[in-house]
């Protein structure tokens, strides 16, 4: 029987995150707006209007071109992809395919320990199109063209990809890289990250690539790995069958499980692409307008980069390291919650001890809460100085570590701060001597029988005396204080 290799390759769309649109100056974001609210003569299509390419958007096409490694063309050019359907009014779609402005440049992904360099083809720019509505009732479509005109990244790999997880973990990965450079919010179920796959198989040592399958429109990261195997399945079936597997677009059905055909390659559309007559080529070597110093300075540290140096400056497990540089916010919060504690001083080891217990307290406490309430570190109530003030309580024993939780999610809810919450509910530990020495002096009247065994030597006996303390304040004694009274006020019994 032969043996076959999966070969993957994937095309994916980002929207940008500009503030206006790639060739308008309409507002780009309109998740509240009403429909075509953010639309003007040149997003709309009209007949005499000029696109002028948004210098931002351009920038970012750069800027992620240089942390994937790419290189920069010496020219690129906006061309007209001709095709005609509701949602695109001008009848064309400006890209950069056939002369982008990013070439080649790698992403490297880790499977189950194994690094392995996901090649990139290309990176172009373009804009995105509009949306139709179709409601459920009404035999026609609405449009809306808010989208229409935004700028949209695309980024083709080359089929270095050789399993369906290789392709989640690829694209995981690309979209920290978005998130990352602040470029792109990159959220595939909200649209404004998607993916094209391309699938083929081919016997194992053959070089030459096999018949390819496309699945269009892949929207979430789960959908990646159950479209690909499935498809892999389909065509191992047919080859397995001696059928050819036949070039073509499908679709992924949900609610089948299943991919589905939508259209062969006899039934593609001839573009008839052309260079855009109304917007000049770009060299962004020639002149002043591209300042590629500029751009390198705007290379943040990226996800991998900054896993590791939590790894190596505050001595952190790698899984808590990869936990808190998930999400760049949540790595900001660790890092600023740390930088707020009052002794946080240059010597190392105590750094790392804090450092430890700020990211104890945010991945067990602070995530916990925020994946229950199903919401991100950016929508907390707590900011990271009244955790910072939270933990110092609990570090210096003005409160216990169990009421410093109970602290926490009421802050979490309310967003009231600790102190706030310490006065109202009289939670504050009690150190004040005194009053631990009447609760001790108490306990010790009523356990006589655990006090001659702690005086016969039986140590466990101290213990069970603590607890009972400790149960007398309600949990709001310092242990600390309790364990020297006790000791004292024992040996004078
Ligand atoms: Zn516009």
């Given amino acids: 029987m032969i043996k076959y290799e999966t070969v993957i390759g994937l095309e994916i769309h980002a929207q940008l995150k500009t503030e206006s649109k790639m060739f308008c100056s309409c507002d780009n974001y309109s998740v509240d707006a009403k429909p075509n609210e953010n639309t003007c003569p040149i997003c709309l299509g009209m007949p005499g209007t000029l696109p002028v390419p948004n210098?931002?958007?351009?920038?970012?096409?750069?800027?992620?071109?240089?942390?994937l490694n790419g290189k920069i063309a010496e020219k690129f050019n906006f061309e007209r992809k001709n095709y005609f359907y509701p949602d695109l009014p001008k009848a064309y779609q400006i890209t950069s395919s056939t002369k982008p402005p990013v070439i080649g440049g790698r992403v490297e992904i880790e499977t189950e320990g194994v690094i392995q360099n996901i090649r990139i083809n290309h990176i172009h720019l373009e804009e995105d199109a509009g949306k139709l509505i179709h409601p459920k009732l009404g035999e026609y479509s609405l449009v809306d063209l808010n989208r229409a005109g935004t700028p949209l990244l695309e980024i083709v790999t080359e089929p270095d990809m050789r399993a369906p997880r290789e392709?989640?973990?690829?694209?995981?990965?690309?979209?920290?890289?978005l998130r990352?450079?602040?470029?792109?919010?990159?959220?595939?179920?909200?649209?404004?990250?998607?993916?094209?796959?391309?699938?083929?198989?081919?016997?194992?040592?053959?070089?030459?690539?096999?018949?390819k399958v496309e699945i269009k429109n892949i929207n979430s990261f789960k959908m990646i790995e159950r479209a690909i195997e499935y498809e892999v399945e389909r065509q191992m079936e047919l080859l397995g069958e001696n059928k050819k597997v036949v070039q073509e677009t499908r679709g992924w059905d949900e609610?089948?499980?299943?991919?589905?055909?939508?259209?062969?390659?006899?039934?593609?559309n001839d573009y008839r692409y052309f260079p855009e007559p109304d917007i000049p080529p770009l060299e962004p070597y020639s002149g002043k307008e591209i300042d590629f110093d500029e751009i390198k300075a705007w290379l943040p540290e990226l996800q991998k980069e900054k896993s590791q140096r939590f790894i190596n400056e505050y001595n952190l497990s790698t899984q808590d390291a990869e936990i808190l540089t998930s999400d760049l916010e949540l790595s900001r919060y660790f890092e600023?919650?740390?930088?707020?504690?009052?002794?946080?001083?240059?010597?190392?080891?105590i750094k790392k001890q804090k450092a430890k217990k700020v990211s104890n307290w945010i991945i067990s406490e602070v995530l916990a809460k925020l994946n229950l309430a199903g919401i991100s570190i950016s929508d907390c109530k707590v900011n990271h100085k009244d955790l910072a003030e939270l933990l110092d309580k609990a570090d210096?024993?003005?409160?216990?570590?169990?009421?410093?939780?109970e602290i926490f999610a009421e802050m979490f809810e309310t967003g009231k701060n600790s102190e706030q919450i310490i006065k109202a509910k009289g939670l504050s530990q009690i150190s004040d001597t005194g009053a631990v020495k009447v609760m001790i002096t108490e306990v010790i009247k009523e356990n006589q029988g655990p006090v001659s065994d702690f005086k016969a030597?039986?140590?466990?006996a101290f213990g069970y005396l603590i607890g009972q303390v400790m149960a007398k304040s309600r949990g709001q004694a310092n242990p600390q204080v309790v364990n020297e009274i006790l000791k004292d006020l024992l040996d004078k019994e």
Wanted: with cysteine.
């Fill in 457 to 460: 030597g039986k140590e466990k």
């Fill in 180 to 211: 990352y450079l602040s470029i792109s919010d990159a959220n595939m179920e909200q649209g404004n990250l998607r993916c094209d796959a391309n699938i083929s198989l081919r016997p194992v040592g053959q070089k030459e690539l096999g018949t």
């Fill in 396 to 405: 210096h024993g003005e409160i216990s570590g169990k009421i410093a939780k």
């Fill in 255 to 268: 609610s089948k499980g299943k991919t589905l055909g939508q259209r062969s390659k006899e039934e593609a």
């Fill in 336 to 349: 600023q919650t740390l930088e707020e504690l009052p002794d946080i001083t240059k010597n190392d080891e």
């Fill in 55 to 67: 210098k931002k958007a351009i920038e970012w096409v750069y800027l992620l071109g240089l942390a």
């Fill in 167 to 177: 392709a989640r973990i690829f694209m995981q990965d690309l979209r920290s890289i």
